[in-house]
């Protein structure tokens, strides 16, 4: 039995954002493309630098759907793109 029945649980700090902490993190390497590859998925790099080439950063993948790169505590502007296969098949 608790000495006291009081609620003794410490409000979270506002600089906590729990979306950041529960969600699937991996290290990924920006290629020269600037494509970020992520469970077969592919994004490129809006506004692409150059100190941006072959740089590890990390993918969120969270729970609501969204993917973030993050690069040096930066978060890094990106899309969803989808690569065309090359048909074999075309005559040319």
Not at 32 to 55: E, H, Q
């Amino acid at each position: 039995m608790a000495k006291k029945e009081d609620n003794l649980h410490n409000p979270l700090p506002e600089a906590i954002d729990l979306r950041e902490i529960f969600c699937n993190k991996g290290m990924r390497t920006i290629n020269d493309g600037y494509i970020i590859r992520w469970k077969r998925r592919v994004f490129l790099v809006d506004n692409p630098s150059l100190v941006l080439r072959r740089r590890l950063l990390e993918v969120r993948a969270h729970f609501d759907g969204r993917i973030t790169a993050i690069y040096k505590d930066r978060y890094l502007d990106h899309h969803e793109v989808y690569e065309t296969k090359p048909d074999i098949f075309a005559w040319h």
